[in-house]
């Protein structure tokens, strides 16, 4: 079953006239499609695209400012963790729901 095809029960309020003429209320039950917002498939890439690019952003950043006090060994082994951290982190947001 998809999400859309989800169904809730709502109550409707029906007015009808009894046998003396007077108007009586009473809520009756229905199914009614589950209201779900969703997000577009473009609006999720354009976020997928500015989460990565803030990410890479921020990783850079600590390149930067770590590579000044590393050695080009140690640089090369964090920039080796930072891609694999990096890659982990933008498969989580594909999936992220929003």
């Known amino acids: 079953m998809k999400i859309t095809e989800l169904k ?10 009894d046998g003396e003429g007077n108007l009586v209320r009473s809520k009756v039950p229905y199914e009614a499609s589950r209201p779900i917002a969703l997000m577009t498939g473009g609006k ?3 976020h997928f695209f500015a989460d990565g690019f803030i990410l890479r952003s921020v990783f850079w950043a600590m390149g930067s400012i770590l590579g000044a006090a590393l050695t080009l060994e140690e640089m090369l082994e964090l920039s080796s963790n ?9 498969i989580s947001f594909i999936s992220y729901p929003v």
């Open 82 to 90: 930072l891609g694999t951290i990096t890659s982990i982190a933008s």
């Open 44 to 46: 999720r890439f354009a």
């Open 8 to 17: 809730i029960t709502k109550y409707k309020t029906v007015e009808k006239r």
